[in-house]
């Protein structure tokens, strides 16, 4: 699939607008940031970022690389993986650029490449959240609009599910797939399948909620995130979440807790060989800064989980725990992590599995420059694909993310 005309197309036409509104303000070259400085690689590019920023356009690009080195080949004979995802994106302010108060328009493009490592050892929650047969894809393109001052906020496009649901900041550093993200939710359209759907939510003081409707076509085996937009007319993906935050901040907060219910509607194959139209589960999350600042370091818990109907998914039950410690500065500031996570298999007449699989991981996240960061990471997965006589796999990996 041909995607990069729709991507430039979006960029142009806000560079040369905000280009347009940083020439009415004109300043001398000399005034600003040259190449290789700050946190991003390209630096200031002599201005015209930083020009572009207050004109409401804020361009953005990094590539995440992991290298991985496993203690036993997987389905392929190898033992060593190397996978790379590279995000390009543009985030135009409409309220800044337009006067649309409280508007933004959004969108990315995304290439993966390299081996997917997780799919080759047969483990049923990924060792990498990059982990993903190649794509070059219109990763996301949505807009959103607030309104109440922020009380009200809708959102249309194509959009990554895990972005508003089942989100939880202190858990999301990890690398594990299944510490950041609960794997009974079945066929969520999140990386790497985005897909397209609309959201509304409500927040007031310490409470939120929201909900959506998406294209459920990856339950059908389509790659919704190799199409530029679907359409809500077959198989649907519908979610719901509320919950409670205390100390919120545009990036963090002191501690959450939520709750979560999810539909696919696509027609799923029970292990008996019976069909169902609809398939139903639930999910929890929660987390709290025990000591420091959110946003500024400190140390946190989190805990996530949820289940499914073991009749037709393996992924009948999941739980996550986790703590991490955070040195003030940027987000991207050093930090380690210990976190372990569980699947409780399907055990019904039909189910491939006879075991659970529990994943125990450590990162040390190190912010090399501000425009590098380097995480190496250890796990343990026992009882990996859930089959009681699989041996141990131990890896380790380290991911290298530059920020452009």
Same mark, same amino acid.
């Given at each position: ?93 409409? *309220? $800044?650029?337009? +006067? @649309?108060?409280?508007?933004?328009? #959004? /969108? ?5 490449? =390299? !081996? ?80 397209? *759907? $609309?959201?509304? +939510? @409500?927040?007031?003081?310490?409470? #939120? /909620? ?5 294209? =459920? !076509? ?187």
């Amino acid at each position: 699939m041909r995607l990069v005309p729709l991507v430039p197309l979006v960029t142009g036409i806000a560079l040369v607008t905000s280009a347009a509104a940083l020439g009415a303000d004109g300043a001398p070259a000399a005034n600003y940031q040259g190449m290789a400085t700050g946190d991003q690689l390209t630096g200031d590019w002599f201005g015209l970022r930083s020009g572009m920023q207050q004109s409401g356009v804020d361009v953005e690009a990094d590539l995440a690389v992991d290298e991985t080195m496993l203690s036993r080949p997987g389905a392929d004979d190898q033992r060593r993986y190397l996978q790379a995802c590279f995000n390009g994106n543009v985030r135009i302010d409409m *309220g $800044v650029l337009f +006067g @649309l108060t409280g508007g933004t328009l #959004y /969108a990315d493009f995304e290439s993966i490449s =390299g !081996s997917d490592g997780s799919l080759e050892e047969g483990v049923l929650q990924n060792y990498s959240t990059i982990d993903s047969p190649h794509r070059d894809q219109l990763n996301e393109l949505w807009y959103q609009q607030t309104v109440w001052d922020n009380t009200l906020t809708l959102k249309l496009g194509k959009i990554d599910v895990n972005e508003d649901f089942d989100n939880s900041p202190v858990a999301t550093p990890f690398l594990n797939r299944g510490v950041a993200f609960t794997p009974s939710i079945i066929d969520m359209p999140t990386y790497p399948d985005p897909a397209t *759907g $609309v959201s509304a +939510g @409500l927040d007031y003081l310490y409470i #939120y /909620a929201r909900a959506g409707v998406y294209d =459920g !076509s990856t339950a059908t085996g389509m790659a919704t995130g190799d199409r530029y937009l679907g359409n809500l007319s077959g198989a649907r993906f519908e979610i719901a979440e509320a919950g409670l935050r205390w100390g919120a901040t545009p990036t963090a907060h002191v501690a959450s807790l939520a709750v979560g219910g999810w539909r696919q509607t696509a027609t799923f194959t029970r292990f008996d060989g019976s069909l169902v139209d609809d398939i139903e589960g639930a999910y929890a999350l929660g987390d709290i800064q025990v000591w420091g600042t959110p946003g500024a370091g400190g140390i946190a818990l989190f805990a996530n989980g949820g289940f499914a109907d073991p009749n037709v998914t393996i992924y009948a039950r999941h739980c996550a725990v986790g703590v991490s410690a955070t040195d003030s500065g940027s987000p991207h500031a050093n930090a380690i992590g210990l976190a372990a996570t569980w699947v409780g298999t399907s055990r019904v007449a039909g189910s491939p599995c006879n075991a659970d699989e529990t994943a125990f991981e450590l990162f040390v996240r190190i912010q090399a420059a501000g425009w590098l960061i380097v995480t190496p990471d250890v796990q343990w997965i026992r009882r990996p694909g859930g089959i009681s006589d699989a041996p141990d796999l131990y890896l380790g990996q380290i991911r290298a993310d530059i920020i452009f």
